[in-house]
């Protein structure tokens, strides 16, 4: 008889069987509850599915219990509703309804769909471990024209390479545009009431720095095809939102203008004059109450800003010596005011008896680089340079123009601290004007066509991350109305000092070397002819007139 493979009574062993079902009780238990604890995270993540989840509950129990027309009853209801609310209340209809509907489609079908697919093409993929790292979809909310997605990052990437893939986004999610940014777009908001100190500590929690969660902006419908309006004139101006144009989000674009100076660069006929123009209706209210005093320099002899010349205090454009003064006078205002105010403030604050001055020059490279007189255009670099160190603080502001913001061009472009991009010509511009990376991070203004006039790229407080706006358009016939409506008071404006007189002649005393009085007068003697290089004779035998042969 054979023996066993195994041999079973060494096993026959008397084990601790409650040690073992003690251990077992406790893995099931840690296993169950592991498994609760990611219900409830889910739970808790989707809670907005809730609603979703008891309708649908409800909708089926009733189905079991009454069959279909308590359904096609709630259906009619709601119909009706949903047709009294957009009748009587449509921007809350759509904001409340449409957009969620729409953000909730978006996100199942256009997002969550091919959201692996398009990860991967794109190269935002890691490999880690045998397995794949995609970046997470965090939440989808859809306005009007934008779709704004938060992701988070998978470890290893940073946003620099969402930078780079904006554009292969875009074109794979069906859009042609796509902007990346690193932080929170919105800020928190201002609590007031009893409640304020708990929400400002839900608000702590809720807009806390995330460094590896991105905002990508996919624009669904460009708004910024279109002409924008002239924009509301404000009561009274707001010198930290001045209202200019249009966001591709659909918000209005304000700019900051107190304590900074503005740089708009731009091709020629790409809007230049709207982003001015803008500026001046945003301001018009405070020029005509003399909260705000506009010194105008056009050195393209009036072409631009002569049509709206009762908005300016004083304007020059036909003497490049006048618009040097003016620049001096400038200096001479904000030295004045430094002398008042040291030891004071540290921002000047406008008023009616201390206005913010505010130097428009439309196109500063006529100043700096082309004009061709050197002591004129020394004197106005130097004035320019003063007041773009020292004037911002001071209320003394520059507003300037360009077509070139080359630095051999605009020598004094890195002291300009908000900067504006129209359709430029190069690609290096965009970086020359905006700062290094600008084109990486989306500001692709050398890609404006020539039919986006006003479109402009620009960086918001706040964000590295630059914005594309458009600028609103003031015909000729608007200008001249706003000029009339709010003209600026008068100001004593300094006229040309006249050209000397030139000095008589002085008076001979006989002898051609006196003035008449008796002392002598140094007059240097004219120049001698030269003489000849060759001799008489020979110049005579060369001479073909003289009758003989020149051989």
Known sequence: MRAPLVNFRRFQISAPW?????????????????????????????????????????????????????????????????????????????????????????????????????????????KYDGGEKLPRLLSVRCSYATDELVLRMPKGQNPEVYHKAARDLAYSFGTRHCRVFSGRRQAPPDRTGRLAWLLRLVDRVRFRDRPRHVWLVFIRRDPLTRVVAPLPVPVRPDFTALPLGLREDLATYCLRLLATHVLIGGATRMGKGSVIWSLLRALAAGIRSGLVRVWAIDPKGGMELSIGRALFSRYVDDD????????????????????????????????????????????????????PDSDIRQRITQALGLLLTQGAGLGVLVVAATQDPRKEVVSVRDFFPTRIALGLTERAHVDLLLGDGARDRGALADQIPLSAKGVAYVLLDGQPEPARVRFSFLPDDVIRDM???????????????????????????????????????????????????????LLNALDPTNGSDPR
Not at 331 to 351: D, E, F, I, N, S
């Open 18 to 126: 409650p040690l073992v079902w003690t251990v077992t009780a406790l893995f099931l238990l840690a296993g169950l509850t592991g498994l609760a604890v990611r219900l409830l995270v889910a739970a808790v993540r989707h809670w907005r599915a809730w609603p979703a989840v008891a309708l649908v509950l409800l909708a089926v129990d009733t189905y079991r219990s009454h069959g279909w027309w308590p359904h096609l009853l709630v259906l009619l209801v709601a119909a009706a509703t949903a047709a009294v609310w957009w009748w009587r209340g449509r921007d809350s209809f759509h904001r409340l309804v449409v957009l969620r509907a729409v953000t909730l489609w978006r996100r199942l079908w256009v997002y969550r769909r091919q959201w692996h697919e398009v990860m991967s093409l794109c190269g935002l993929v890691k």
């Open 320 to 371: 490049w010596s006048r618009m040097a003064d003016l620049l001096d006078d400038a200096v001479t205002r904000m030295r004045a005011r430094q002398k008042a105010l040291r030891g004071k403030v540290r921002v000047h604050t406008p008023t009616t008896d201390e206005p913010l001055i505010v130097v428009v020059i439309d196109e500063i490279a006529a100043l700096l680089a082309f004009l």
């Open 483 to 537: 000029a009339a409506t709010f003209p600026a008071p008068p100001e004593i404006q300094p006229e040309p000092a006249p050209a000397p007189a030139p000095a008589p002649a002085p008076r001979s005393n006989g002898n051609g070397n006196g003035n008449g009085n008796g002392r002598h007068t140094y007059r240097p003697t004219p120049p001698k002819q030269a003489a000849p290089l060759l001799p008489p004779s």
